[in-house]
């Protein structure tokens, strides 16, 4: 059974651009969580989305957006990259959306940005 | 808000020693509690859980928690360290004040060292 995927590994961007990561779920999993990862802040909840709606929503600007399609894969973009949006960025994959349900992590992608 | 606090960013053992990180929570309700693993650069892997039930959880790798609700606590140990066990550990709360869903609130991790 393949894991959860993200694309690409790693990214680098200039300040000002904008950018496009990509999470593969397990197949069947039709929940996408995304959580933002740098040492200074830890693991911060992004969004989550669920049956292409999102369900809920970390305490992000609106620079930070995303979207779930019909097959369940997911993008998450951010636009005007700042410095500070250097990070590694996990995906969670979920069965369902529940507080019950096991969440199965990607590798990340680690985004820098100059 | 639930959240969870893990003591020591740091814990250093040798190997064989036991392992144990200590992680606290604080919940007006019941919470479901994890404990995750990160090796570098990667992704998380999930060592165990707790939900309801039974309070002292196994999991992989050898590794279990228990959860004590008079103390408000869900440390994780090991009996016995390996090389291979060192690594970041993370605690998380999920449940309905978190925001619900599928919404992880972690700790700020700690890195256990293992030591010849």
């Known amino acids: 059974k393949a894991g959860v995927t993200q694309t690409p590994r790693y990214l680098i961007k200039t300040r000002g651009q904008q950018v496009t990561l990509s999470c593969s779920p397990i197949?069947?999993?039709?929940?996408v969580s995304w959580y933002q990862q740098t040492p200074g802040q830890g693991l911060q909840f992004l969004f989550e989305y669920f049956s292409e709606t999102q369900r809920n929503k970390g305490n992000f600007p609106g620079r930070f957006s995303g979207r779930q399609f019909s097959n369940s894969r997911s993008e998450m973009n951010v636009s005007t990259l700042e410095l500070g949006d250097s990070a590694l960025y996990l995906c969670?994959?979920?069965?369902?959306?529940?507080?019950?349900?096991?969440?199965?992590f990607g590798q990340g992608t680690r985004l820098t940005v100059v | 808000a639930q959240s969870v606090t893990q003591l020591g960013s740091h814990v250093s053992v040798s190997e064989g020693a036991l392992v144990l990180l200590r992680c606290n929570y604080s919940s007006s309700v019941p919470p479901y509690l994890f404990w995750y693993v990160q090796y570098p650069n990667q992704g998380l892997q999930l060592l165990l859980k707790y939900t309801t039930g039974a309070t002292l959880v196994k999991g992989i790798n050898g590794f279990e928690a228990e959860f004590k609700k008079s103390e408000t606590s869900f440390h994780l140990t090991k009996p016995s360290a390996h090389m291979s066990d060192a690594a970041e550990y993370f605690c998380?709360?999920?449940?309905?004040?978190?925001?619900?869903?599928?919404?992880?609130?972690f700790g700020t991790g700690t890195q256990l060292k293992v030591e010849l």
């Open positions: 998380a709360v999920r449940g309905i004040l978190t925001g619900g869903g599928n919404k992880l609130t």
């Open positions: 197949s069947g999993h039709r929940s």
């Open positions: 969670a994959s979920s069965f369902s959306s529940g507080t019950n349900t096991e969440a199965f």
